[in-house]
């Protein structure tokens, strides 16, 4: 995984983000969490040579680790 690859993970968290009407939106720190929930994911599958773009052609993977962080939140 490169620069521009975490870059990429930023662009679409921050699209995402985007998504959610207002007052649901994540805040700064869950974004940070989920990029660095989806980054994790990419690379743990790497191994499998599963990409991102594999991803894109299944699911909304960047608004998922969105809403992970925010169960993850909502239940502490």
């Known amino acids: ?3 521009n690859d975490l870059n990429d993970i930023g662009h679409r ?3 995402a983000a985007m998504e959610f009407a207002p007052g649901h939106r994540p805040t700064a720190g869950q974004m940070a969490d989920a990029a660095a929930v989806l980054r994790d994911m990419i690379q743990a599958v790497e191994i499998h040579g599963v990409t ?3 991803f894109d052609g299944v699911a ?7 809403q992970l962080v925010q ?3 909502e239940s502490r």
Do not use: K
């Open 1 to 3: 995984m490169n620069q």
């Open 13 to 15: 968290i921050g699209s």
């Open 52 to 54: 991102l773009a594999d």
């Open 60 to 66: 909304h993977f960047a608004r998922l680790a969105i």
């Open 71 to 73: 169960s993850r939140d």
